[in-house]
C-alpha cells in the first residue's frame, strides 16, 4: 500500500467525520467550527494511532513474538476497546490546567477558536515527528498546541508555568526511570538464569515469578489508569470498593496482587513443563517470554486507548459542548460520536501509518528479544504505578522508549567484560597501541624513528577510535537516540507556535 492511498484513505475516514456532523448537527450555530473540529479530531486521533502506539508494541514487534501484522491487529482491537469502554463520559475542556479559562473573556467562540487551533497543531506536529521517526508524547503535543493557542488569546500571563514545569521536569524522569527499571529486570534475568550454571533449573524458578510480577504490573497500572475514568461504574458493580472519585493506589495494587497470585498458581506448572522440553541455550530461554509479552502489548494498548484518547476527543468535545450550551465549561461531557472518532481514528492511524514507528522502537534503536522486550514492557507499567503514587510527572512514550536505551547501554556495559567480538578487536588495538607507545618510549635518540612512531601510534589511535565508534552503535544507535531526545525537547514549543499561528488565522476566518 503506497503512502499516497495511505494519505487517501485517512483523510477519507477525517472527511467522513466532517460529513457525519454536518448530517447529524445540521441546524447548531456556527456548524461549519464544529465540521472543521471533527475533521481535526480524526486527524489527530489517527497521529495518536501512527505515533504514540509504536511504544506499546514495538518491543514485541522487534522481539519477534508478534509479527507487524499481528501487532497492528492487536493493537487496534484493544485500543479501541479501552477508549470506547474505559474511556469515560467527561473531559477536562483545558488539558492538564495550563491555562487559566480568564483568558478567553467568557467568550465561546474565543474557546473554540484556541481548541481548534490546539488539535490541530498537535497533529501537525505528530505527523511531522512520524515522518522523521521519532517517537514523541502525543500529551505533551497537545499541551504545546493549548498553551500556544492560550498565550494567542490572553497573552504570557494566563499560563500555568508550574504545570509547565512539572512537563519539562518529564523529560528527564521518564526516560531516567524506565531506562533503569528495564535495565534492572535485564540485569536480573541475566545474572539469575543466563549467568547461572543450570539455566533451566534457574527459570523454573524465576521465570514464574517474573510472569506474576508483569502480572500485578499491568493490573495495577490497568486499574490506575485504564480505569479511572469509568471508576464509578467498577465501584457500583463491586460495593464493596471505597467510595472514591477514582482507583486508589492501594485497590490498584491489592487488584494486582490478587492477580499476581492466580497468575502464578496458574502459570508455574506450565512454565516448567514446558522447560523441561528445551534446550539450555538462550534462544530457548527466550521462548518463555512470548506469551507473556502479547500479554502485555495488549493491556498496554487497552490502558493506553483508555486514558490517552483525551488527547483527540478531549479538545473536540469541549468544542461540541462550547457550541452546544454557548457557555466555557471546565468539564465537559464525551458523546458517542466524539469517542468513536477517537477510538476508531486512532485505529485507523495505527493501520495505515504505524508500522513506520513501530519498526523504530522495536529495531532501529537497539536490537532486542523476548527477555529484552519483557524488561521494557515491566518498565512503561511499574514506572506509571511509581509515579502515580509518587505524584511525578511521566510521559509513557518517554518512559517506553528510555526502557529501550537502558536495555541498549546495559548490554554495552556487561559486554565490556570482553565476550563480544568487537570488544575483543577493540582490546587488540589498544594492545597495538600501547606497543608502540612503549616503543616510543625506550627509541633513545633516533629521531626519524620517533616521527614514524608518532604518525603510527596517531593512525592507530584513529582506528581504535572508529572501532569504539562500531562497538556504540552495536548496541545503542547514537544518532536516533540524539533525534529522539531533540524532538522530546521541542515538543511543547514547537506545538505551541503552530497553535498560535492557527489561532490567528482560525479567529480571522470567524471574525
Known sequence: MNNLFKTLLGAGFAVGVGYYVNSTFGNMAHLEFLIMAGVFGAYMAMNIGANDVANNVGPAVGARALTIGGAVIIASIFEASGALIAGGDVVGTIKKGIIDPVAFSGDPMMFVYAMAASLLAAALWLTLATAFKAPVSTTHSIVGGVMGAGIAAGGFAIVSWGTMGKIVASWIIS?????LIAGGFLYIIKSQILYTEDRLKSAKRIVPILVSIMAWAFLTYLTLKGFKHIWRDVIEFLPFLPETKKPTIGVAASFGLIGAVITYII???????????????????????????????????????ANDVANAVGPLAAIYDALSNATISAKASIPLWVMVTGGVGISVGLSLFGPRLIKTVGSEITELDPMRAFSIMMAAAITVVIASQLGLPVSSTHIAVGGVFGVGFLREWLDRKGTDEIHKALQAQLKVVEEFKRELKNIGNDYKRKAELYEIIKAEKKKAKAIKKALKETYVKRGMVNRIVAAWIITVPVAGIISAIIFFIIKGIGA
Do not use: C, Q, W, Y
Open 175 to 179: 526516560p531516567l526511570l524506565g531506562g
Open 267 to 305: 502459570v508455574k506448572p506450565k512454565i516448567v513443563s514446558k522447560i523441561e522440553k528445551l534446550d539450555s541455550d538462550r534462544g530457548a530461554i527466550n521462548t518463555l517470554f512470548t506469551i507473556p509479552l502479547i500479554f502485555a502489548a495488549s493491556m498496554l494498548s487497552f490502558a493506553h486507548g
